[in-house]
C-alpha cells in the first residue's frame, strides 16, 4: 500500500531524464523519509519502540542523521543549478530578450505548443508528467527574438513538499514576462475549471501573481464551434484573453504570436553615425550580435547603422558610440535615457 504523495513520486522518477530532476525527486523522498524519521524518534524517546521487536534509540537517531546528511548534500547541489539558472537569466535580461513561459496542468499539450511554437522536438505525450525539467529555447516572434520556456505541468492538490523540491524549476514562471497557460478545453466543464482554478492558485502559491497571463485553450479540434463557444464563454468568469487553439494541427497560432507581441519589451528605433575605425566595425558586429539591425551604409569616412534594441540596450550602444566620436539619435531620447538609467 502506498499513498497518493508516494504514487506521485513514483510517477516522477520514472519520468525524469535530467539530473536536476532526479536530485528533485530524490529530495522529494527524503523529506518524505524524514518526516518519518522524526515520529520514530519521538516515539523511541518515549519509550515506544516502533514495529515489531522496534528500533533501538541508537539506530533511529542514526538512520535520522545519515538522512539529513543526504538532504543536505543535495540542498547543496540544487543551489549551485540555481545560482547557474540565475547568471542565465541575468544574461539573458542584460541582452534584452523577453522571457515567455508556458504553465498548466499536466497533460494540457504544454510541450506540443512548445514545439509548435519552436519548431523543436521535446518530448509530448499523453502520459502525465512528461515534462519534469525546464526546457528554453529562442524563437523570432514578429522580427523580436523572444525566450520561451517549458515547464513542469501542475497537478490538484500537490503535497508542498513536491513544490518546494520543484520549486527551481517553477523559478523559470516567476520570471517570465508573459505565463501562457495552457488548457485542456476538450474536458469536461466541470474539469476544466477544476483544473484551471489548480493552475491559478498554484501560480499564486509560486509568487508569480501579477505577471501577464494569456489563456491559452488547446485541443479545439476536439470539440465542436458550438461547444468551444460555450466553454469559452464559461471561463470568462474565471479568467481573461482566452486564445483557441489547436497546438497539434497549429490552428490560430498566429493569432496567438500577435497576442504574444503585445507583451514584447518595448524597442526603440535608432541611427547611429561612426567614424570608421577598427574599433567601430568591431561595435557594429556587436550590435548585429545584440539587436535587431535594419539598414547598414558605408560612407567615406562613416558607418550608419539603422536598428532595434530595448532602451537600456540602446544607452549601452550610444555610451560606445560617443566614445568612437559618432552621434546616435532616437525618439524621445530624453525621457527614454532616465528610464534606461534609474
Known sequence: MIDRFQLILEIFSRRASRREAKLQIDLARLRYELAHAREKVRLARIGEQPGFLGLGKYEVDVYYEAVSRQVHGIQEKLKTARRTRELHRHRRRKLGFSLFSLAGYTNSGKSTLFNTLTQEHVPANPDLFTTLSTTTRAVNLLRETVLITDTVGFVDRLPLTLIEAFRSTLEETIFSDLILL???????QDEIERKLLCCLDTIQEIGATGIPVITVLNKTDLISTRELTDRTGNLKDYTSNLIPVSALYKTNINLL????????????????????????????????????????????????????????????????VDKLGGTLRYEGEESLRTQAKP
Open 257 to 320: 504570436k500577435e497576442e504574444m507581441a503585445k507583451h514584447l519589451i518595448g524597442h526603440l528605433q535608432s541611427f547611429a553615425t561612426i567614424p570608421i575605425s577598427k574599433e567601430s566595425l568591431s561595435l557594429v558586429s556587436w550590435v548585429f550580435d545584440h539587436a535587431d539591425v535594419r539598414k547598414v551604409e558605408y560612407e567615406k569616412d562613416n558607418v550608419n547603422i539603422s536598428f532595434g534594441a530595448p532602451p537600456h540596450l540602446t544607452d549601452k550602444i550610444r555610451d560606445r
Open 182 to 188: 495552457v488548457v485542456d478545453v476538450s474536458e469536461p
